[in-house]
Nanobody
Framework: QVQLVESGGGLVQTGGSLRLSCAAS????????MGWYRQAPGKQRELVAE???????TYADSVKGRCTISRDNDKNTVSLQMNSLKPEDTGVYYC?????????????WGQGTQVTVSS
């Protein structure tokens, strides 16, 4: 069972930056997709950014130009650099990983890290 552990969250002022990291307990090379989601209070969890093993990257419109996702298969990590943070970026940020195992899709989640942006 793969475990994902997020770190890097915290309290930051509007306009500030944070770098979130997600460390996997094993190799991430088998995951065809890794990404970051967030959940604000009272709202559904939403995609922030994701990166496929082939390098294709997708960003939510709300973070385009402000966030950069990167994946390091050697270090078994996926990171999210967030700049120009806004209060609406506040939420719990979760790391997600997907792979196909024995012909079936498997999805793994981390426990989340809190990001709070003060106005």
């Amino acid at each position: 069972q793969v475990q994902l552990v997020e770190s890097g969250g915290g309290l930051v002022q509007t306009g500030g930056s944070l770098r979130l990291s997600c460390a996997a307990s094993g190799s991430i090379s088998s995951f065809y997709l890794m990404g970051w989601y967030r959940q604000a209070p009272g709202k559904q969890r939403e995609l922030v950014a994701e990166v496929f093993s082939g390098g294709t990257i997708t960003y939510a419109d709300s973070v385009k130009g402000r966030c950069t996702i990167s994946r390091d298969n050697d270090k078994n990590t996926v990171s999210l650099q967030m700049n120009s943070l806004k209060p609406e970026d506040t939420g719990v940020y979760y790391c997600q990983a997907r792979r196909i195992a024995f012909g079936s899709p498997s999805i793994y989640w981390g426990q989340g890290t809190q990001v709070t942006v003060s106005s």
